[in-house]
Every structure is written in structure tokens, then in C-alpha cells.
């Protein structure tokens, strides 16, 4: 099992481009999130789906939009890049909201 | 939103020794992880852990929801235990809040 799979694992970006964050569980979990972790910081949610065509905003959702079309694939949509969305973000999936997570490696962005 | 506290916030052991982990919660939850993120970033769930005792090898994880704590315990301390520790819990909400980690340090 590949587990979660995030891709780019490095990218830069220039203010006012925009990108997608893929990715790809293949746990079969219901459920998936979007985090982000700024530097010598813990984790802040962005979005987060509880099962195919549901999301919900997190602490942190502007500059954000994700979709769920299948149970898969979960991306983090970034319009309009900014510096202050330069951060390390990490997607994880569960079972259900009760069980334990599973994070992917993580992307890391920087917007110059 | 409830809030997470996580002491003492950096920890430098030498190889062998033992530590203990905090975690303080302001609300009652009814869940509760333990992550360690290493040094090159990776984070692995070490514990699921709502209430009650839970070891796994070296460690061990203590929750006394109740009392709305936590605690993380590491014996026999190894380089490779270095990294951040994060206490994680979810209030009957949908998703967990982080607290701001523990930094461990292991020196040979």
C-alpha cells in the first residue's frame, strides 16, 4: 500500500499564480484533510471531507478551495498565491473521524 | 475553539535517558493522538489514545480525560526518538487541533 500520496513535493510560486496540491489515498478512507504547518508551528486545518462530494472549511480556508469528486483523490486548490500561503501542507486521511490518521510526505511551498 | 498546550516546549536528553511528555487540553474531548514528526518532516501517528494506558515498545501514552491531560512517556531514549512531538484532539467535532509540539533533541 502506497498509503497517502502527495504531489509536488517541492514548489515555488510567484505571487498571483495559481496551482493544484494533489492527493491520492488508497485506504479506502472516508475521510481526508488539509493541513498546513508554518515554520517552528503546529498544524492548522484548512479543509477537510468527510466522504465523496462533502467538504468543510477548517481554521484556516482562505486562498483555499478543495473538491471531492471520488474518495481517492482529495485536491488543494491555491488561487491567487500570496507569501503568507508559503508553508509545508500535508494531507492525511482516516477510517472515520474516531480513528487515527494517516499523513502524506508533505509539499512544501514558497511564493516569492 | 478548544485550546492545546503542550510542555515543556524543547527537551534535550542524552542517549538513555527517559522523558516525559505533556499535554493540556482546555475542554473535554473525545479524542486524542500523539504524532512524531522527524527530522526530515515526516509525521507518524504513535498513539490513538481518548482515555486510558497504551505502550508500544519505548513508549508509552497515559490520557486522563478527566483531568484533561495527556502524557507522553519515552524510555531508553534514542537518536532516532529526535524530532517533534504533537498532542492532537477533537472536541466531538469533525477533525483534531494541534497543539504547538514538543522539540526533543537526542544527543549520542
Known amino acids: 500500500n502506497a498509503g497517502v500520496t502527495q504531489t509536488p513535493k517541492f514548489r515555488i510560486l510567484k505571487i498571483g499564480q495559481s496551482m493544484t496540491l494533489q492527493c491520492t489515498q488508497d485506504?479506502?478512507?472516508?475521510?481526508m484533510y488539509w493541513y498546513r504547518q508554518d515554520p517552528g508551528m503546529g498544524l492548522k486545518l484548512i479543509y477537510y471531507?468527510?466522504?465523496?462530494?462533502?467538504?468543510d472549511k477548517g481554521e484556516v480556508p482562505n486562498g483555499y478551495n478543495v473538491s471531492r469528486s471520488t474518495t481517492e483523490d482529495f485536491p488543494l486548490r491555491l488561487e491567487l498565491a500570496a507569501p503568507s500561503q508559503t508553508s509545508v501542507y500535508f494531507c492525511?486521511?482516516?477510517?472515520?473521524?474516531?480513528?487515527?490518521?494517516?499523513f502524506g510526505s508533505g509539499t512544501r511551498l514558497t511564493v516569492v | 475553539g478548544i485550546q492545546v498546550e503542550q510542555s515543556p516546549p524543547d527537551l534535550i536528553l542524552q542517549e538513555g535517558a527517559n522523558s516525559t511528555l505533556r499535554c493540556n487540553f482546555s475542554?473535554?474531548?473525545?479524542?486524542l493522538q500523539w504524532f512524531h514528526q522527524n527530522p526530515w518532516g515526516q509525521l507518524i501517528n504513535l498513539f490513538y489514545i481518548p482515555s486510558g494506558t497504551k505502550q508500544n515498545g519505548r513508549l508509552s501514552a497515559t490520557t486522563v480525560a478527566t483531568e484533561r491531560y495527556s502524557l507522553l512517556y519515552i524510555s531508553s531514549s534514542q537518536t532516532t526518538d529526535s524530532g517533534v512531538y504533537f498532542c492532537?484532539?477533537?472536541?466531538?467535532?469533525?477533525?483534531?487541533?494541534f497543539g504547538p509540539g514538543t522539540r526533543l533533541s537526542v544527543l549520542p
Open positions: 471531507s468527510v466522504g465523496a462530494g462533502i467538504t
Open positions: 475542554d473535554s474531548v473525545n479524542n
Open positions: 485506504m479506502n478512507h472516508n475521510y
Open positions: 492532537a484532539v477533537d472536541n466531538y467535532g469533525q477533525n483534531f487541533v
Open positions: 492525511a486521511s482516516s477510517h472515520s473521524g474516531d480513528y487515527g490518521y494517516t
